[in-house]
């Protein structure tokens, strides 16, 4: 299982993030809470803003503070934060949903 939170291996960095910050690891698969909540498909945050949007609505739910800032330069990307007493996870990345999910695992991990 991959732990980096900076891979470019998608599936893998979504798995991470199911488990460590959406907490579904041992109960249930992604897919069978997208399926509970009348959502069909695989759970993909790194990839997709609805689901990143998930991730920010769960980390919101714990505590955490969100803030993003999306670069108008071409290529520049976003850059995501998540912060609480003192506490922060920050990422800058080529797109919002990879920003998030890699803030999200860095603010998890302090």
Not at 66 to 72: E, G, N, P
Request: a negative charge; aromatic letters at 8%; proline letters at 3%.
């Amino acid at each position: 299982m991959i732990t980096d939170p900076m891979t470019d291996d998608w599936p893998a960095l979504d798995r991470l993030v199911a488990d460590r910050v959406m907490g579904w690891s041992g109960r249930v698969t992604a897919s069978e809470v997208l399926a509970s909540q009348g959502r069909m498909g695989s759970f993909s945050p790194s990839t997709s803003i609805a689901h990143a949007w998930d991730v920010v609505d769960a980390m919101r739910a714990a505590g955490w503070d969100f803030d993003l800032a999306v670069s108008r330069d071409h290529g520049r990307g976003a850059t995501a934060w998540f912060m609480r007493a003192g506490c922060e996870g920050r990422c800058q990345a080529g797109t919002v949903a990879l920003a998030i999910c890699r803030a999200a695992l860095a603010a998890r991990d302090t």
